[in-house]
């Protein structure tokens, strides 16, 4: 059964801690993205993954940070930085960009978790 | 520079109406459109993509949308609103080759309210 897997769903986090969100996947995806949801915004990139230990910066990543030491993973660590973290994030995967023909495939999400700084 | 306009943050229709959802983009490439669904406190779930095949796009659970160049739009249509439809809805577009191939910019979302 193939799909992307955040965890933990809800997350609380007291003021000046890191915390890092889990994002797995079993697609064989080679790109993955993190998203930023807040009410009446949208999505905004955080992060995104095209191959395995290269990463590049969204439009909000300060105060983020992210690895990508395997293809089916990519944690999201929400550092003390990061000054309104209070959110749900995204995490999604796709095939990638077929460089040939130029063709673009969609982007499949997980769960999501929300995170509360208390 | 790509965008996506999203016109109406609220929509409210009674079961069994016509369902409209309004989006226009701007690109500089030839557009690859998608429409996503989102459940409270859920992911997004793809509803239907354009990619400049046929400009009526049929997707799941009775949408389908219409890519008109002329008018730089995508709406969302459903002839008949189920009160399963209620939700929130994303237009989106792929951001062009200088902005990064894989992006997608999402449009701020239109929450479908369903009434019996």
């Known amino acids: 059964d193939g799909g992307i897997t955040q965890s933990p769903k809800y997350l609380f986090r007291k003021e000046g801690q890191n915390v890092t969100l889990s994002c797995e996947q079993n697609l064989n995806h080679d790109a993955m993205y993190w998203y930023r949801q807040d009410p009446g915004q949208g999505l905004r990139l955080i992060y995104y993954?095209?191959?395995?230990?290269?990463?590049q910066k969204g439009d909000i990543a300060e105060g983020y940070s992210v690895s990508r030491e395997k293809k089916e993973s990519f944690p999201l660590t929400v550092t003390s930085a990061q000054k309104n973290p209070t959110a749900f994030y995204l995490c999604a995967s796709s095939i990638g960009i077929d460089l040939t023909s130029r063709a673009y495939n969609e982007q499949f999400f997980g769960p999501g978790t929300r995170l509360t700084v208390l | 520079a790509q965008s996506v306009t999203q016109l109406g943050s609220h929509v409210s229709v009674s079961e069994g109406a016509l369902v409209l959802l309004r989006c226009n983009y701007s690109s500089s490439v030839p557009p690859y459109l998608f429409w996503y669904v989102q459940y409270p406190n859920q992911g997004l779930q793809l509803l239907l993509k354009y990619t400049s095949a046929a400009t009526l796009v049929k997707g799941i659970n009775g949408f389908e949308a219409e890519f008109k160049k002329s008018e730089t739009s995508f709406h969302l249509t459903k002839p008949s609103a189920h009160m399963r439809d209620a939700a929130e809805y994303f237009c989106?577009?792929?951001?062009?080759?200088?902005?990064?191939?894989?992006?997608?910019?999402f449009g701020a979302g239109t929450r479908l309210a369903v009434h019996p």
């Open positions: 989106a577009v792929r951001a062009g080759f200088s902005g990064g191939y894989n992006k997608l910019i």
């Open positions: 993954s095209q191959i395995v230990n290269d990463f």
